[in-house]
């Protein structure tokens, strides 16, 4: 089958097209024909060599975290989906390869696709509105009448979380250039602030949640602008010990990783408020609770651009510029 496969990490590397073995499926697993994958930044932080001790691949590896697909085959001990299902997954760490034709998934970390969604569409939920799920509703939860900062809401985890956040009842304060103010507002932001010229400390205050997707710089301003008990959660590092456990990490590099975090931890402590690390994982369960949203017109997509399959290095480049508006989607079928 045809895929996009990576032959050694670095910054400078592309994406080499090649023929590769089609996957092996196990007894929990369906086979799914991938119709559109979407690109995430996780994929270039993959392929530069960045989650290395995290994340310890072996190349050659195929990249692409979301698939949207129809289930071609299942293996014999799958019991949640058929032949002909139309589903949408982020596939397992160290199982990933949406840009391919073809890739053999868990069942457990598939959904049923929502019905009103072209493939394209479905293909640009699963990391990110996992990553939001996770970080709002699971570790946050969230409440109504809270108020939740969410960083680059014009971003692809922004734009979702912005959406989850306002229909879990609290108030939306968000971070986005001028141009992407009409946006952010159309999805739900109640307070925009234009990063370019505006700074969010001296603007907000006392907030329940922030979503951290930013630089250590924004994030220890983050700390402060949160009231005594509150979270902030950090979806771009550093990675705290709790993480290293639940994913059971070596002695030493639980070790580096309390390092890595001990000066947010302490400074969150003496602000009286809570710091953790979070790096979402595939999970079926809430990608289907996600889905009811969904098909209720409570949550919507949103899209850049849609590249071909033959231009995912140009997909990739697009992502990597930073000035992507949603998600940006590969047309596989």
Not at 73 to 100: C, M, S
Not at 176 to 188: E, H, P, Y
Not at 257 to 272: D, T
Request: hydrophobic share 45%; net charge positive; aromatic share 6%.
């Amino acid at each position: 089958m045809k895929a996009f496969i990576i032959n050694r990490y670095g910054k400078k590397e592309n994406l080499q097209s090649a023929e590769i073995a089609e996957p092996v499926l196990r007894a929990n697993d369906v086979l799914v024909q991938v119709h559109a994958a979407s690109v995430n930044v996780l994929d270039s932080k993959i392929k530069n060599g960045d989650f290395k001790l995290i994340l310890p691949y072996k190349p050659p590896i195929t990249l692409g975290h979301d698939v949207a697909g129809i289930v071609i085959k299942v293996g014999l001990g799958v019991t949640q989906f058929k032949t002909g299902d139309e589903v949408y997954a982020r596939p397992a760490d160290h199982r990933i390869g949406t840009f391919a034709e073809l890739i053999a998934i868990n069942e457990n970390n598939v959904a049923l696709k929502p019905r009103n969604l072209s493939m394209e569409e479905a293909a640009s939920i699963p990391l990110v509105g996992l990553t939001a799920w996770q970080a709002l509703v699971e570790k946050a939860n969230v409440k109504k009448g809270q108020r939740v900062f969410v960083q680059a809401g014009s971003g692809g985890v922004g734009t979702f979380a912005i959406q989850l956040a306002k229909h879990l009842g609290a108030t939306v304060a968000t971070t986005t250039s001028a141009g992407n103010i009409d946006l952010v507002k159309s999805l739900g932001a109640d307070i925009v602030i234009d990063y370019r010229n505006e700074d969010f400390e001296t603007i907000l205050k006392d907030y329940d949640i922030v979503l951290n997707s930013q630089d250590t710089k924004t994030l220890e301003k983050s700390l402060r602008i949160l009231k005594p008990g509150g979270k902030l959660i950090s979806i771009s590092g550093p990675p705290d010990p709790s993480f290293a456990e639940e994913i059971k990490t070596p002695w030493f590099m639980k070790f580096i990783v309390q390092l890595l975090s001990a000066g947010v931890r302490k400074k969150a402590k003496r602000l009286n408020v809570s710091y953790s690390f979070l790096f979402m994982r595939a999970e079926g369960t809430q990608l289907g609770q996600i889905t009811s949203l969904i098909d209720a017109g409570i949550i919507k997509p949103v899209i850049d651009k849609v590249f071909p399959f033959e231009q995912t290095n140009e997909a990739m480049g697009y992502v990597e510029t930073g000035r992507a508006k949603g998600k940006v989607v590969i047309k596989i079928k």
